[in-house]
Each structure stands twice: as C-alpha cells, then as structure tokens.
C-alpha cells in the first residue's frame, strides 16, 4: 500500500486542520473516527479519507474525521516506515488529565490539545490503528462492559481484546474526559500489519459495521464494496500480563505472530535477559508479540485467555 494523499484534507471543517464534520439531519450519534495517531499506521487514513472523498453524511448525528499525528505522518518514508511513527513521543500515551493540562510540551501533546474537545463531546471513539507485526486484526475495549457488548455486537474481522492499557501512557481510547467520558463507547482497531492492502480492508469494513451500530446509519447507507462477511463470534481475549523487555538481550523461542494458544502453564516462550518467560496458566493467548521497538521497559507480548460472553 501507498500512503494516502491527504492535502485535500488539510483544512479542517472545524478550523482545526486534518478534522472534517459531517452532520445528519436529525440529532444522534456523536461519532469520532481518528486515524494516524500513529503517523506511520496507513490503514486507517486509507478508510476515513475514502470516507470523506464519498461524500458520505450520516443519517443522524455527526461524523468527526480526524487524522490525528500528521506532522508525523508527512515524514513517511516507506524505506523506514517505524520512524514516522512519532515526532517527539508517542501520541497515544498522553491523554490523561496530568499530560493533556501539564506543563510538557511536545507536537504530539500540542496536537492531542487540540484534537481535545472533539474527544470530549464525542459519544463513539473508533480509533484506527495498525500493527508492526503481520498479525490477525484486534479490536481493543479495555474493560468496560458496555465496549465489550458493542465490540462484540460489531462481528468485525477484529478479536476483541479486553485490556487494561499501558503503564507508559493513556492512550486516546482509554480517555474519559467530557461531557460525553461517562458513557461513551471507545474502541482501538488494529487492522493488520502496518502496509498489507488487507488492513485497509479490514478498517473499511471495521469503520462501516462501527457507524452502522452506532447509529449513524443503515446498514444500506455505508459506502459500497466496504462490508465484508460477518466474522464468526470469538471469544474474547482477557489481557492478563504484558511482557515487557528488560534490554535489547530478548527473543522469542518460537515463530509467534500473535492468536497462539500455548496449552500448558509454564511453558517457556521467550527469553528475557537470560530469564525464561513462561506461561502463567494453560491455554495461555498471546497477543501482539513485536520485537520492532525492542528496548528496556517496552512490552513485547502481552498474554491472555480467553473469556465467555453473555
Ligand atoms: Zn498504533
């Protein structure tokens, strides 16, 4: 995949550049589709400018487009796709109340002020991202049960990963701010491995089924070509560890691109520093196993098992 051309969007509806609105005819949903907080994660700005450029509006409601780290998405070299990642820090570390009202500075911090009130007032969240590695699409929840139930209710290609963040940073998803911060539904994709055409695929019909249930519009409303066949029910993944390097000394004892069910506590999976890292319990998940960014203090699998529904 290329990276979209996204200079049609540089002036923002909203006068805020790169956030575009678009405004039903009847009150609804307040929907936020937010792309590149990642700068080098294609996918999703694939999806939400094909979006815009449709001419699509929602039925009721309104429908924020926000194409988030461009700063570091106009540094995009696919020679070295990992470095337009970030300018300054990771975007989608920063959105609790000490960073986003501290006294740090940072493109990143800047850009997430500004993009602030829009997550504020927004009842829906779809934050589109990607992966390093070539893994199985997840749909990320935390751990509230009302964006559980909607994940689960979605039947995207996404497993639904029930997770508690990460100790390094807030991200976006996890923000509960504004008038809308108590009951709204916030979900992460992650699509796939960062350049595969399936991933734009995959936020496509992620972003559809997602307007669709949000209330946006019917199901015979959303751009054409972008459902795909309903994703039969998987039980979600609990989160339970993240596995997080002590030094660059880690490798993993198996070829894992994240979905491997290890059936047998204990079992040996990595090597940390010279430590076996082994399962805690049978029929352990692992989720997003990535050595890309591997250095002391980052996680490099996270383990989990799976959960029952209602
Ligand atoms: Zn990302």
């Known amino acids: 995949m290329t990276p979209p051309d996204l200079s049609a969007w540089a002036a923002g509806s909203a006068d805020t550049p790169f956030v575009h609105e678009r405004a039903g005819g009847s009150p609804g949903p307040q929907v936020l589709v937010t792309a590149l907080v990642h700068g080098n994660e294609i996918s999703g700005a694939i999806a939400a400018g094909e979006l815009l450029a449709s001419g699509w509006r929602p039925v009721s409601g309104r429908v924020t487009v926000a194409f988030c780290n461009t700063e570091a998405f106009s540094r995009f070299d696919a020679q070295v796709p990992d470095a337009s990642r970030f300018v300054d820090e990771d975007m989608n570390r920063v959105w609790s109340p000490d960073r ?8 990143e911090l800047a850009r997430a002020r500004a993009l602030r009130p829009f997550v504020d007032r927004c009842t829906h969240l779809l934050d589109l991202h990607s992966m390093h590695e070539p893994c199985a699409p997840l749909l990320i929840t ?10 689960h209710g979605l039947r ?4 639904i990963v029930i997770d ?14 504004g008038p809308a911060g108590g009951g709204r539904i916030a979900l992460l994709l992650e699509a796939g491995q960062h350049l595969a055409p399936g991933a734009a695929v995959v936020a496509r019909d992620t972003l559809a089924r997602f307007l669709v249930a ?47 069910v290890i059936a047998r506590a204990g079992t040996a999976i990595a090597m940390n520093c010279g430590e076996p890292v082994l399962t805690p319990y049978d029929d352990c998940v692992l989720v997003m196993p990535s050595l890309r960014q591997l250095r002391a203090g980052v996680t490099t699998v996270r383990l989990g098992h799976a959960a029952q529904m209602d």
């Not at 935390?142 to 994940?151: E, K, M, Q, S």
């Not at 995207?156 to 497993?159: D, T, V």
């Open 156 to 159: 995207s290609a996404g497993r």
């Open 214 to 260: 949000a209330g946006s519009c019917a199901v015979d409303g959303v751009p054409q070509g972008w459902l795909q066949p309903a994703a039969p029910a998987a039980a979600p993944v609990v989160v339970t560890h993240q596995v997080v390097a002590r030094g660059m000394d880690f490798r993993f004892l198996g070829c894992f691109s994240g979905g491997e």
């Open 100 to 107: 986003l009202d501290g006294g740090g500075t940072s493109v």
């Open 164 to 177: 508690r963040g990460h100790a390094d940073g807030t991200r976006m998803r996890d923000y509960e701010g």
């Open 142 to 151: 935390g751990t509230l049960p009302r964006n559980i139930a909607f994940a």
